[in-house]
């Protein structure tokens, strides 16, 4: 917490300390009720796309096993997820988060051919999955069993 009084002070110059703690504590709690929602808004999502693609929907709440059932999905193999592991080990982290952005791209990409969307709805689930995977989950699109080409 010192490190961000210290970057405050720096900005504001001489500020209160108990109003510096006050809006840091503020701001941790918005940003958890924040993310806790966003979080809520995607399990509910993944529940009905897995619902909408035969698969049984419990299976979203399971870590690691949810995305192996998404990329299956998808039409995409499971083994890409091991690209994940270059994000653990130092000095490979950064090339990792690249490969990994790649691979989820592509998976999303597929997944939002598998449910007969365009390029712009691609990008949108690229970019605001939090946004567009309600629109998949609770739209009327429905989930094709054929290859994309």
């Not at 110059?13 to 941790?28: D, R, V």
């Not at 999303?108 to 939090?130: E, M, P, T």
């Not at 995977?133 to 054929?146: M, Q």
């Given at each position: 917490?010192?490190?961000?009084?210290?970057?405050?002070?720096?900005i504001y110059g001489n500020a209160n300390e108990e109003a510096l703690q006050f809006g840091?504590?503020?701001?941790?709690?918005?940003?958890?009720?924040?993310?806790?929602?966003?979080?809520?808004?995607?399990?509910?999502?993944?529940?009905?796309?897995?619902?909408?693609?035969?698969?049984?929907?419990?299976?979203?709440?399971?870590?690691?096993?949810?995305?192996?059932?998404?990329?299956?999905?998808?039409?995409?193999?499971?083994?890409?997820l091991l690209s994940f592991i270059l994000l653990l080990i130092p000095q490979t982290n950064?090339?990792?988060?690249?490969?990994?952005?790649?691979?989820?791209?592509?998976?999303?990409?597929?997944?939002?051919?598998?449910?007969?969307?365009?390029?712009?709805?691609?990008?949108?689930?690229?970019?605001?999955?939090?946004?567009?995977?309600?629109?998949?989950?609770?739209?009327?699109?429905?989930?094709?069993?054929?290859?994309?080409?």
């Amino acid at each position: 917490m010192e490190e961000y009084i210290d970057i405050i002070r720096l900005i504001y110059g001489n500020a209160n300390e108990e109003a510096l703690q006050f809006g840091i504590k503020f701001a941790e709690v918005v940003l958890v009720i924040i993310g806790s929602i966003i979080g809520i808004i995607i399990i509910i999502s993944m529940w009905k796309i897995f619902k909408k693609a035969g698969q049984k929907p419990w299976k979203c709440f399971i870590p690691i096993y949810n995305m192996i059932v998404f990329y299956k999905i998808s039409g995409m193999s499971p083994i890409f997820l091991l690209s994940f592991i270059l994000l653990l080990i130092p000095q490979t982290n950064f090339i990792g988060f690249i490969i990994w952005n790649i691979v989820d791209a592509t998976q999303k990409s597929l997944l939002a051919r598998k449910f007969g969307k365009s390029v712009g709805f691609i990008i949108g689930l690229i970019l605001f999955d939090f946004i567009f995977y309600p629109i998949l989950a609770f739209g009327k699109s429905e989930y094709k069993k054929v290859n994309v080409e």
